[in-house]
């Protein structure tokens, strides 16, 4: 695709190489290749979000039975419980009262209150407090796998925006296109006139070149006549002779002779 670099409105101040050679990218171009292309991967992301929003409605239709077991479960967890509680208050009423006034009961009995009613009322209680506990699992995942899920249906829709912001830019490239041959361009043309540019562009860059090499030269040439070689020769031997005065200056025994030449002088005054 065309870059911003290569609209019309900045032809105006682009450089005349540039301007052929943006120009003639409108024309080098298979725009009917590069919109099927688009079109095909438009058609895709557009099959996949479709097959997202199935797996969605299904996951909600899970989800939703998931809420309806766990409230069954709820139910029967109340309703077993308050059959224990009901047990235990016949079970310490008087006889009066159809109760068994605290006494013996037997395992089983086909008439009356027995063991093996509490223990069958207790049974389905704590198996439906496992059931509540299963349900609430399975809600926590499905409600992870339906995040999951928009997060992916959101990108797919960020990525047919972008798909579709594509397809109207080449749209208008094409557009462009169509508008310069309007206005009398011609592929073979503008690549002839391209081709002729790089050539004096190469010219101009050799005859650069061949300046810089005879600078390169005169200059030397000045720096043998001029003696510079022998200028620079000095000034490094000055300064390697500064560096060895300032390291001996730096020396311990140097130190000593100038703190005695010091006293000496002291005490002549």
């Not at 095909?40 to 809420?67: D, G, M, T, V």
């Not at 009398?184 to 562009?201: A, F, M, N, T, V």
């Not at 200059?219 to 001996?248: P, R, T």
């Amino acid at each position: 695709m065309i870059g911003a670099e290569c609209r019309l409105s900045h032809f105006n101040s682009l450089n005349r190489d540039i301007i052929f050679d943006c120009i003639l990218s409108y024309f080098s171009r298979n725009y009917k290749q590069e919109l099927d292309q688009l079109y095909i991967n438009k058609k895709e992301l557009i099959s996949e979000k479709s097959a997202l929003y199935e797996k969605k409605n299904k996951l909600q239709a899970q989800l939703s039975e998931a809420f309806e077991n766990k409230e069954k479960a709820y139910h029967d967890v109340n309703y077993y419980k308050d059959e224990v509680e009901s047990w235990y208050d016949k079970s310490q009423r008087t006889t009066w009262l159809f109760g068994n006034a605290g006494n013996k009961l037997p395992q089983y009995s086909l008439f009356g209150q027995s063991i093996g009613d509490l223990e069958s009322s207790k049974y389905y209680r704590d198996s439906a407090y496992n059931e509540v506990t299963e349900a609430k699992k399975l809600i926590q995942k499905l409600k992870s796998d339906q995040q999951n899920l928009n997060n992916k249906i959101k990108q797919i829709k960020n990525n047919i925006d972008d798909v579709m912001g594509k397809i109207n830019q080449v749209k208008k490239d094409r557009s462009t296109m169509y508008e310069l041959k309007d206005n009398g361009y011609i592929k073979r043309d503008l690549q002839s006139k391209l081709d002729q540019i790089s050539i004096e562009i190469n010219e101009v860059n050799l005859e650069i070149n061949n300046l810089v090499s005879q600078k390169n030269d005169y200059l030397n040439i000045e720096i043998h006549e001029k003696g510079i070689m022998n200028l620079d020769a000095q000034i490094l031997e000055i300064k390697k002779q500064k560096n060895q005065f300032i390291e001996s200056f730096d020396l311990n025994e140097n130190k000593q002779k100038r703190k005695l030449l010091h006293r000496e002088n002291w005490l002549k005054k």
